[in-house]
Each structure stands twice: as structure tokens, then as C-alpha cells.
């Protein structure tokens, strides 16, 4: 099985409360496929500029993803985002956005790329998720994610994209502005109508939450007494989550609850690592062996056993 | 075994997107005397005025609830707060609040509410909370909660009654406020290292979560297609949770966290109920079985099987 992704590669500026770091390796593909990468092999797509170093490949590069689909754009620039965290890690702000070589990005899969068993479609502008989707075999099982922006200035071309696919994760804001429905079952149950069977909405520090047609699944944050930068962790849960079901081919045309569930909690695992440093520090030098710990802990902190239910009505 | 609530009992007026009640019961005692009558006897301590009617009195008795220590003051009128909820039901605005009879109360409990095994201090003015403490014998399980507002004006009364309890309920904002730690991990730590053994964080729509000295659990809320009004919803899971630990006297002294566990599971069944109507309309009329059914629910959504975990380092 194979796995590919398309999505930003970036240099990240970031200030939090735990320090900042004016220059480190970023962007959802780089994150989602850090992530992936201990499940199956990761084809990563995207434009890079020429002050993209070796280095930063070899990062992208961990575990074997397959780097020969990251355009160095000749004469540009890599993406850059710049942000700042408070205290509420929940809350960033933008201070700088430059597209660079993002502005001219047209998706070109290689053969390989193209032949992927499972494609995540991470957020980048609706007609170039499309045009992606228009490029791959058959992939059994697709995932995307989108942005605020873009249910702001591209909703009809993003509900026509999401209509194609069969998982949708978004932020649970999001989810709840791309339908107008209040709540989050409501909101997943819209999406779910317009054709994808699953929806992963992503809750920040509180977890994250599975809806499907028949069944909810729901599981918070692994709790940790510091966070030092959040970026990137949706991009990493989604690397995990995906690259678990990847690892499972029986399970991908339709992968049942209880699958989905341990996915989910693979995703959580690998976040909450993701965020213990900045940027792809933590996640590049992670070890498998920490991650079935974490999620081990993430059993027991969920379990309870109402096993002799008390309740008679007075 | 018994249980005393000492907190207000009021008139709400809410605005919804589902609608608007323009008088309703409601009260951080009354919410929380409603879900612990399910399962133990419950003495609540509280002024109203004379606007309070029997039929008001006679719902604040469902389930036998003891009302013998309601305080009708001559000439008074019942507290009122009137508030509205904009389309993200996490975010309310207050419009009016009228403390009327809780101006001047000073609780005096009679003999029945001090030889309680179980006090619950719902949100009121901490040297309040720390009166009735006082006057109460030797309660086996004593639990707080309280608000912004207490912890901006009165923060080091608010501490030294925290000092005296065993269980802090808290939203998850309010616990940061409270200790200026920016991660619920770091602030549940600091409060257990005032006195307090169990930590309850409130986390509206995403559930709640519990932090001992060396465990977590957490739980989502029960998923809800729509939600009528939230008000309440912190009350009632307070005193499901409480109410819960009221009925397992071997555990009252030192819950172990398997029967924590089964008491968040409870008090958050009930608050799901309480929020998908008015005020206490719903949770008036609930039925036991009904709880059970949301109990048994939330233990399938939230359980995941890692038995074979799969990952090894490549």
C-alpha cells in the first residue's frame, strides 16, 4: 500500500508562550507525513523554493517518505507563515502569510503518486484538491481537510471536492461554518448527506470526534502538563489517523468503528508528541514503541465500566 | 446517607436559537438538586421570595427532595438572572442579574442539612461557602464550585475553602483563571496540591474531564442533534456526579477512580437531557431507565480496543 499527500511545505515563524523560533520546517504535508510515515510509505507533492535545503529534505524525508514529487521551483521562495500563540493555545494569530512558490502551484503527480492506495488532500485551495482527485487511479479511500478560508471564498468548488471523498476532517468551527448547523452531530450529519461516510472533526485541546451515518466516536487530547507549540498538530493527528487506516487494507473501502476508533487514537497519539517541541522536532526523531505507550494511556483514561447499571426510577 | 446543596435557587429569563422563556426555575440548587434526587435523599438550602409558588417549591421537591430549609423571606423577591445564548451555545451573555433575597443570605442550616454524609457548596459567595462548612457535622465527601467572578474579587476566601474540600468542580477556563497555569494538567495539580484529592473540569460541549493526583479520565458530552438551552447544564452534571457518589457510601470517603468514572458518566447523561429543553422541564420528568440507556451510549462511544498494538520502530 502506499500513501500520498498534497499539501503546503513551508518555513514557519512562531512565537508561544514557551519561546519562538524565527525559521523551522512546517506545513501540513511535512506534518501529515512525518506522521504517516510510521504506517506505510508517504509520497508527499508539493513546490518547495530554492532556500530549501538538503537538510530540510532529508526531515521531510524520515522513514522513508518518497521526496521525488517536492518541486524545487527554480528562483523561488519557500511558503512562510508567521504566528503568535497566547496564553489560550487554542487562539493564534497570523501576523504574515507569503504564498511564493504556493502562488504558481499547479499539482503534477508522478506516476508513483498517482498509483497511491490512499490520498490525503490537505488543506490547499478547492479546484487544486480537484485536480489532484482528477489525477490518481483509484484510491480506496480518500481524506481531505480545508480551512475557513476557503468555505469563505471557494464553498461550492470545496462541497464539490468533499462530495468525491470519503472522509472529511475540519476543525469542528469549521464544520459547523461549512453547513450553518449548530451542533456537531447536525453539522456531520449535513456533510455526511452530500456523500463522504465518515467525518473527523478535530477539537483542539479537548480531542477529536469520529461521526459516521450509524455510530460516534469520540476521544479527547492526550493531557500534558506543557505544550510548547501547537502548530501542526491537526496536520500530524491527520497523518496518523489516515496512516493507521493505510496500514490496514482489509479495512480501507470501508473501514468499520472499530478500526476508525484505534485510527483516531494512533492520530492522537502522534499529536500530542507533535507538540511537546516546535515544529517536526519531536515527531522526526519519534520512536513507534512511544507512541503504543501513549495510546495505551489513552485506553485507560477512557475506560469506564457501568457494567451494573443502578438506576431504578423512584 | 444524604446530601445538602447550598446555591441558588432562581428565575431565569433565556433567549436561545431555539426559542425564549421569559420565567423559568432554574438555579444552581435547583439544577443540581433535580439530578442528585435520583439517587439520594437531598436537603437544598436557599432564599426566594415571596414570588416563589408551591408549584415551584413542588418541582424543586421532585423525587422527595427536602425543601424544609428554603428559606421564603416576607416581602423578598426570588434571585433573578436573565441571559442569551448566540448560535454557539458555549457563548452566553448575561443581561440582568437581580440578586433580590440573596442579598442578605446568610445560610443557617437546620439539623437535618448539617448531619448531611454529603455537602455539595454550588456557586455562591465563598465565605458563604465557608460558613456552611462550619456549620456542618463531619460530611464524608464535600465538593465545590464557583465562578469567575469569585475568583476576580475573592480569590484567597475562594482558596481557603478550596483548602477544606475533597472535590473542586470548575469550568476548564475558570480552573486556569484560578491558578494562572496555562494547561488543565498543570492547573488540576496545582489545586490538588492545596488540598483537594479529585478535580472536575467542566468543558461544555466537549465534555469534562477528571484529574486525581495520579490519573486522568476524561469524557465527551453526550452528542445531541440540538440543544435548547444549556442552562444549567454544569449544575445538573454536578449533581449527577455527586449524586452518583452519595449512592456508593464504601466509596465515600476515598473514590477509587472506576466509580469517579461511572459518576462523571452519570452526571453527564443527565445534563444531556437538561439541555435539550427549557430550564428544568426535562430533567423534572426524566425517568431512570432514560439515564441508563445515555450511560450505556456513552461507554460505547467512547470505548476503543488497542489489543494488538502494531507499530514497531523502522
Same mark, same amino acid.
Request: with cysteine; net charge negative.
Given at each position: 500500500?502506499?500513501? %500520498?499527500?498534497?499539501?503546503?511545505?513551508?518555513?514557519?515563524?512562531?512565537?508561544?508562550?514557551?519561546?519562538?523560533? #524565527?525559521?523551522?520546517? /512546517?506545513?501540513?504535508?511535512?506534518?501529515?507525513? !512525518?506522521?504517516?510515515?510510521?504506517?506505510?510509505?508517504?509520497?508527499?507533492?508539493?513546490?518547495?523554493?530554492?532556500?530549501?535545503?538538503?537538510?530540510?529534505?532529508?526531515?521531510?524525508?524520515?522513514? /522513508?517518505? @518518497?521526496? %521525488?514529487?517536492?518541486?524545487?521551483?527554480? *528562483?523561488?521562495?519557500?511558503?512562510?507563515?508567521?504566528?503568535?500563540?497566547?496564553?489560550?493555545?487554542?487562539?493564534?494569530? %497570523?501576523?504574515?502569510?507569503?504564498?511564493?512558490?504556493?502562488?504558481?502551484?499547479?499539482?503534477?503527480?508522478?506516476? #508513483?503518486?498517482?498509483?497511491?492506495?490512499?490520498?490525503?488532500?490537505?488543506?490547499?485551495?478547492?479546484? $487544486?484538491?480537484?485536480?489532484? $482527485?482528477?489525477?490518481?487511479? %483509484?484510491?480506496?479511500?480518500?481524506?481531505?481537510?480545508?480551512?475557513? $478560508?476557503?468555505?469563505? @471564498?471557494?464553498?461550492?468548488?470545496?462541497?464539490?471536492?468533499? +462530495?468525491?471523498?470519503?472522509?472529511?476532517? $475540519?476543525?469542528?468551527? #469549521?464544520?459547523?461554518? !461549512?453547513? *450553518?448547523?449548530?451542533?456537531?452531530?447536525?453539522?456531520?450529519?449535513?456533510? @455526511?448527506?452530500?456523500?463522504?461516510?465518515?467525518?473527523?472533526?478535530?477539537?483542539? #485541546?479537548?480531542?477529536?470526534?469520529?461521526?459516521?451515518?450509524?455510530?460516534?466516536?469520540?476521544?479527547?487530547?492526550?493531557?500534558?502538563?506543557?505544550?510548547?507549540?501547537?502548530?501542526?498538530?491537526?496536520?500530524?493527528?491527520?497523518?496518523?489517523?489516515?496512516?493507521?487506516?493505510?496500514?490496514?487494507?482489509?479495512?480501507?473501502?470501508?473501514?468499520? +468503528?472499530?478500526?476508525?476508533?484505534?485510527?483516531?487514537?494512533? *492520530?492522537?497519539? @502522534?499529536?500530542?508528541?507533535?507538540?511537546?517541541?516546535?515544529?517536526?522536532?519531536?515527531?522526526?526523531? !519519534?520512536?513507534?514503541?512511544?507512541?503504543?505507550?501513549?495510546?495505551?494511556?489513552?485506553?485507560?483514561?477512557?475506560?469506564?465500566?457501568?457494567?451494573?447499571?443502578?438506576?431504578?426510577?423512584?
Amino acid at each position: 500500500m502506499s500513501v %500520498t499527500v498534497v499539501g503546503s511545505i513551508a518555513f514557519d515563524a512562531v512565537r508561544t508562550p514557551a519561546g519562538e523560533r #524565527e525559521r523551522m520546517l /512546517g506545513g501540513a504535508g511535512t506534518h501529515f507525513a !512525518l506522521a504517516a510515515s510510521f504506517f506505510d510509505r508517504v509520497h508527499v507533492v508539493g513546490p518547495v523554493g530554492e532556500d530549501f535545503s538538503d537538510s530540510d529534505m532529508e526531515i521531510l524525508a524520515t522513514r /522513508g517518505t @518518497i521526496t %521525488t514529487d517536492v518541486d524545487r521551483v527554480a *528562483g523561488g521562495r519557500t511558503f512562510f507563515w508567521k504566528g503568535v500563540y497566547g496564553d489560550d493555545l487554542n487562539d493564534r494569530e %497570523t501576523l504574515e502569510t507569503q504564498l511564493n512558490v504556493f502562488e504558481h502551484f499547479r499539482p503534477q503527480l508522478s506516476q #508513483e503518486s498517482r498509483a497511491c492506495d490512499v490520498l490525503f488532500l490537505a488543506n490547499i485551495q478547492p479546484e $487544486l484538491q480537484a485536480s489532484v $482527485l482528477d489525477q490518481c487511479d %483509484t484510491p480506496s479511500f480518500v481524506a481531505l481537510d480545508s480551512m475557513n $478560508l476557503w468555505i469563505d @471564498i471557494a464553498r461550492e468548488t470545496l462541497v464539490s471536492v468533499i +462530495r468525491r471523498v470519503d472522509c472529511v476532517v $475540519l476543525n469542528d468551527a #469549521e464544520l459547523r461554518q !461549512l453547513t *450553518g448547523k449548530p451542533t456537531l452531530i447536525a453539522a456531520a450529519r449535513e456533510v @455526511i448527506s452530500w456523500g463522504p461516510s465518515i467525518v473527523v472533526a478535530k477539537q483542539g #485541546e479537548y480531542g477529536s470526534a469520529l461521526i459516521t451515518a450509524d455510530d460516534f466516536f469520540s476521544l479527547p487530547a492526550y493531557p500534558l502538563q506543557t505544550v510548547t507549540d501547537p502548530t501542526g498538530a491537526g496536520d500530524t493527528f491527520a497523518g496518523g489517523l489516515v496512516g493507521y487506516l493505510a496500514s490496514r487494507p482489509d479495512q480501507l473501502t470501508d473501514p468499520d +468503528r472499530d478500526t476508525l476508533a484505534v485510527a483516531m487514537a494512533y *492520530g492522537t497519539a @502522534i499529536a500530542s508528541f507533535n507538540v511537546e517541541e516546535f515544529g517536526t522536532e519531536r515527531v522526526a526523531r !519519534l520512536r513507534a514503541e512511544e507512541i503504543d505507550r501513549r495510546v495505551a494511556v489513552l485506553h485507560r483514561m477512557t475506560t469506564f465500566a457501568p457494567d451494573v447499571l443502578t438506576l431504578e426510577t423512584p
